[in-house]
């Protein structure tokens, strides 16, 4: 089975950054659409941002600007830069493998990992 793990979370003040990763194995990770998503408290998971085999991008509105998602498949990585942090991204932020059709981004795997908390608070 495909293992996903998140790394990178932490605490920090608002305006502050944080730099996510996501290790990928058992999968032949460059041919795969990768996307970066967070659950809030008393929230649904949403997507945040969004990258193609083709390095395409896709970000969620409230991110557009701050995040930038970015690939590296020698390393089988898929990382998420987050600049001027707000406490309402404070969430688990977990990473999939996605597949878009029409336009929307579909996390393919069913089981998540674990997470990486990300709190940002003053």
């Known amino acids: 089975q495909v293992q996903l793990v998140e790394s990178g979370g932490g605490l920090v003040q608002p305006g502050g950054s944080l730099k996510l990763s996501c290790a990928a194995s058992?999968?032949?990770?460059?041919?795969?659409?990768m996307a970066w998503y967070r659950q809030a408290p008393g929230k649904e998971r949403e997507l945040v941002a969004g990258i193609t085999a083709s390095f395409s991008t896709n970000y969620a509105d409230s991110v557009k600007g701050r995040f930038t998602i970015s690939r590296d498949n020698a390393k089988s990585t898929v990382y998420l830069q987050m600049n001027s942090l707000k406490p309402e991204d404070t969430a688990v932020y977990y990473c999939?493998?996605?597949?878009?059709?029409?336009?929307?981004?579909?996390?393919?795997?069913?089981?998540w990992g674990q997470g990486t908390l990300v709190t940002v608070s003053s």
């Open positions: 999939n493998i996605a597949r878009l059709r029409g336009g929307v981004w579909y996390a393919a795997l069913e089981v």
């Open positions: 058992g999968s032949i990770f460059s041919i795969n659409a």
